[in-house]
């Protein structure tokens, strides 16, 4: 099993930036060989890919309505996924879940991914 741990969340003023980590642990975690990526949902909407972060640590890939303010970054050495987010207004206002699947390639569609985390709030404040 795999276990994530989202941490970095909280109140910001919009134009605000905000750091978000995920934390992986378990035996069958095996860094390089797991894409992670983070996804949103706000209240009634569906869930959102963000952005996604290859294995190795190179390709990455972002949403439409995040790209050019968010950047993904990991740390295999320390199983540990983050993403900054820059420029920050009132809709970026969601659950944030990071979640990691097994493959090494990263993919936008959530129902890809099998292990996720449970989730940390970021509301932007206009």
């Known amino acids: 099993q795999v276990q994530l741990v989202e941490s970095g969340g909280g109140l910001v003023q919009a134009g605000g930036s905000l750091r978000l980590s995920c934390q992986a642990s378990?035996?069958?975690?095996?860094?390089?060989?797991?894409?992670m990526g983070w996804f949103r949902q706000a209240p009634g909407k569906e869930r959102e890919f963000v952005a996604g972060?290859?294995?190795?640590?190179?390709?990455?890939y972002y949403g439409d309505s995040v790209k050019g303010r968010v950047s993904i970054s990991r740390d295999n050495a320390k199983n540990t996924v983050f993403l900054q987010m820059n420029s920050l207004k009132p809709e970026d206002t969601a659950v944030y879940y990071c979640?990691?699947?097994?493959?090494?390639?990263?993919?936008?569609?959530?129902?890809?991914?099998?292990?996720w985390g449970q989730g940390t709030q970021v509301t932007v404040s206009s």
């Open positions: 979640a990691t699947r097994n493959n090494r390639l990263l993919d936008t569609r959530s129902n890809t991914y099998a292990y």
């Open positions: 972060i290859a294995g190795n640590g190179i390709s990455t």
């Open positions: 378990g035996r069958t975690f095996n860094t390089y060989a797991m894409a």
